[in-house]
């Protein structure tokens, strides 16, 4: 079993960044493809980005394309999001999340798909 922590969320200006990490514990991180979710107030969780477990392939959420960047480091066993451009619409609690599957995606990917979830971390963009 693999745990996870986020950290980085915090308040920010529209049109600011913000680096999320997400730190796992357990079991090596190299052997997960990862994702970030999120869920706002009201809303469903939903998919933000995710990365192959060398780091080759990521897929992102049409809203997040050109201002998100996920990235990994296997020998520091942490993920990261850097949020760029950041917009009002993107406040929320993210999450991110361990997938043991051994193949890529083919679509976006459902919260059931994956089996590992750290806590969340709160990011609000204010206008």
């Known amino acids: 079993q693999v745990q996870l922590a986020e950290s980085g969320g915090g308040l920010v200006q529209a049109g600011g960044s913000l680096r999320l990490s997400c730190a796992a514990s357990g079991r090596t991180l190299s052997n997960y493809i990862m994702g970030w979710f999120r869920q706002a107030p009201g809303k469903e969780r939903e998919f933000v980005v995710a990365i192959s477990r060398g780091g080759r392939n990521t897929l992102y959420e049409d809203s997040v394309k050109g201002r998100f960047t996920i990235s990994r480091d296997n020998a520091k066993n942490t993920i990261y999001l850097q949020m760029d451009r950041l917009k009002t619409e993107d406040t929320a609690v993210y999450y991110c999340?361990?997938?043991?599957?051994?193949?890529?995606?083919?679509?976006?990917?459902?919260?059931?798909?994956?089996?590992?979830w750290g806590q969340g971390t709160q990011v609000t963009v204010s206008s």
């Open positions: 999340a361990a997938d043991r599957r051994q193949s890529w995606y083919k679509s976006s990917p459902g919260p059931s798909v994956y089996d590992y």
